[in-house]
């Protein structure tokens, strides 16, 4: 896949800005939203199959992510169970999109195996009523992935391309060194948004070895290479069920 490194910064900040702000606990199931305005009266069939989506269900439950990070624990950043939970449409987070989000719990290896990682991961797609609107909401997110970058260290910002038509990885180190990325995508008229943060890899930065199952240039380049891309013929292959 080609890949064009649009800019890379550093910052520093004295405070660091969790993507989170509140716990998904208390917001990320929330469907409550009046969805009335946002998909009664339009007249986009795709629009309109779109927001009608369990994102959860969309997304296999976020299972590839589980599996490649280690995720031993949904809806709580220091036990393992539990599953993902679903936002609709309208939801008071991020209304315009619907979502499969929670905090999360990685398992940790070696002397740290006892340990878990805890963070927060936040997986939206966002539909629109044209690739005018969804050009829009990238460029609108990628704006605000890049303001949150620059409360951290060690900001980045990297552009993507095939399958999408636009694509941006945004990374960098938050409070108590922990990693946070977002991931942005748009294809036609719809968007794919990833906001992830978790705890720093202790055995990095003590020994050098991981004690996660990955690293964070690792896992950014697996969102980009091999999720993506999958979620990208996931949902177009449900959107042409209605074309």
């Not at 690739?131 to 910002?157: H, I, K, L, P």
Request: glycine share 12%; hydrophobic share 35%.
């Amino acid at each position: 896949m080609k890949r064009t490194i649009l800019k890379t910064f550093a910052a520093t900040g004295a405070a660091a800005l969790l993507l989170s702000g509140c716990s998904l606990l208390d917001r990320g199931s929330d469907t409550s939203g009046d969805t009335s305005g946002d998909n009664g009266g339009s007249d986009n069939a795709v629009y309109n199959e779109m927001t009608s989506w369990d994102a959860c269900e969309t997304l296999s439950n976020l299972q590839p992510i589980t599996d490649y990070m280690g995720i031993e624990g949904y809806g709580s950043s220091t036990s393992a169970g539990g599953e993902p939970s679903a936002a609709e449409i309208g939801n008071t987070w991020d209304p315009e999109s619907i979502g499969c989000n929670d905090l999360i719990s990685i398992a940790a290896a070696g002397e740290y195996a006892s340990t878990m990682g805890g963070g927060e991961i936040k997986v939206k797609i966002v539909p629109t009523e044209s690739e005018e609107q969804a050009t829009a909401a990238y460029e609108d997110r990628v704006g605000a992935a890049e303001s949150a970058s620059a409360s951290g260290t060690d900001a980045q910002t990297e552009e993507f391309g095939d399958p999408w038509d636009q694509g941006t990885v945004v990374s960098w180190i938050g409070g108590a060194e922990s990693p946070n990325v977002e991931v942005i995508a748009r294809d036609g008229q719809w968007v794919f948004h990833i906001q992830l943060n978790y705890g720093a890899d202790f055995g990095l930065r003590n020994e050098g070895t991981p004690a996660y199952q990955f690293t964070s240039d690792e896992l950014n380049q697996w969102f980009v290479d091999t999720y993506l891309p999958e979620v990208n013929q996931t949902v177009n292959d449900r959107i042409a069920e209605v074309q």
